[in-house]
């Protein structure tokens, strides 16, 4: 991982996307020439000390040619509050790349890639990361799962990429009533040749279970994007400690967010 770099970047947007989920548009080429893939920032929110934390952001889009980049987030408290509030012009304080991100995968590699809510916001660098490399409209397959139709947001950045896009919704309300894992069950059983497949995810905990699940039982590799409340976002604590399989934890915000899905117990 390179070393972090501390910048007061220029927000060059801000708007909101979906209800409560906002996406932020910064001035950082420094940053944007070293992050990778499920990286993340980590955001002080505001000019006092209130809140004190900074919050942990993950990149959704990187532009290298401009240096800006993209971070969507949802707003669920104080810190992301003041965050949607702030307006293009103004500057914002940032740690970044921070973690451990995706390892893209060989070009003879077939993609599934699986967002659920919020964590659809880091795979959609991930799927354009690949879609580069790999030139292959049949090398990505991109499931997203959200509550509701309103929700949803990132599915037509996916298809100006020409990945293939399939999306569910718990309500039903757009694409396949249901759960992205089940699109991921029944994409499995169409293929009969998965022995070249790797499986990326972030999401909720529950959903990333699933993913591990259906990974193990198809002997599939599968990498996985954890969100957890982060504090010092560089290791120092142990407030993101997940449990390991092998002995003791493991650190998020340093070993992770993204982890080999044999690595971490999630049950």
Same mark, same amino acid.
């Given at each position: 991982?390179?070393?972090?770099?501390?910048?007061? !970047?220029? @927000?060059?947007?801000?708007?909101?996307?979906?209800?409560?989920?906002?996406?932020?548009?910064?001035?950082?080429?420094?940053?944007?020439?070293?992050?990778?893939?499920?990286?993340?920032?980590?955001?002080?929110?505001?000019?006092?000390?209130?809140?004190?934390?900074?919050?942990?952001?993950?990149?959704?889009?990187?532009?290298?040619?401009?240096?800006?980049?993209?971070?969507?987030?949802?707003?669920?408290?104080?810190?992301?509050?003041?965050?949607?509030?702030?307006?293009?012009?103004?500057?914002?304080?940032?740690?970044?790349?921070?973690?451990?991100?995706?390892?893209?995968?060989?070009?003879?590699?077939?993609?599934?890639? #699986?967002?659920?809510?919020?964590?659809? !916001?880091?795979?959609?660098?991930?799927?354009?990361? @690949?879609?580069?490399?790999?030139?292959?409209?049949?090398?990505?397959?991109?499931?997203?799962?959200?509550?509701?139709?309103?929700?949803?947001?990132?599915?037509?950045?996916?298809?100006?990429?020409?990945?293939?896009?399939?999306?569910?919704?718990?309500?039903?309300?757009?694409?396949?009533?249901?759960?992205?894992?089940?699109?991921?069950?029944?994409?499995?059983?169409?293929?009969?040749?998965?022995?070249?497949?790797? #499986?990326?995810?972030?999401?909720?905990?529950?959903?990333?279970?699933?993913?591990?699940? #259906?990974?193990?039982?198809?002997?599939?590799?599968?990498?996985?994007?954890?969100?957890?409340?982060?504090?010092?976002?560089?290791? !120092?604590?142990?407030?993101?400690?997940?449990?390991?399989?092998?002995?003791?934890?493991?650190?998020?915000?340093?070993?992770?967010?993204?982890?080999?899905?044999?690595? #971490?117990?999630?049950?």
């Amino acid at each position: 991982m390179s070393t972090p770099i501390v910048s007061l !970047a220029e @927000i060059i947007q801000n708007s909101e996307i979906a209800p409560d989920i906002y996406r932020m548009e910064l001035q950082a080429p420094e940053i944007t020439q070293k992050a990778n893939p499920g990286q993340f920032l980590h955001i002080r929110c505001s000019d006092t000390v209130s809140p004190l934390l900074r919050r942990p952001i993950s990149i959704a889009q990187i532009n290298e040619k401009t240096g800006n980049m993209g971070i969507i987030y949802r707003v669920v408290g104080e810190g992301t509050q003041l965050l949607c509030q702030k307006s293009p012009g103004s500057r914002v304080d940032i740690i970044g790349p921070l973690g451990r991100g995706f390892p893209l995968p060989d070009k003879d590699k077939t993609s599934v890639i #699986i967002g659920g809510g919020i964590g659809v !916001a880091p795979i959609l660098y991930l799927a354009e990361k @690949i879609a580069q490399q790999h030139k292959n409209d049949n090398s990505i397959t991109v499931l997203l799962g959200f509550v509701t139709k309103q929700e949803a947001f990132g599915i037509e950045f996916l298809e100006s990429l020409g990945v293939k896009t399939i999306v569910a919704t718990d309500d039903g309300t757009l694409g396949y009533k249901g759960f992205p894992t089940d699109l991921l069950d029944k994409y499995l059983k169409m293929h009969q040749d998965i022995s070249r497949h790797v #499986i990326y995810a972030c999401g909720p905990k529950h959903m990333l279970s699933r993913v591990k699940t #259906i990974a193990g039982g198809k002997n599939i590799p599968a990498y996985l994007s954890l969100e957890e409340r982060m504090a010092c976002g560089i290791g !120092a604590c142990l407030g993101c400690s997940v449990k390991s399989t092998q002995e003791g934890y493991k650190k998020v915000c340093k070993d992770g967010p993204v982890f080999e899905a044999g690595e #971490i117990d999630l049950d």
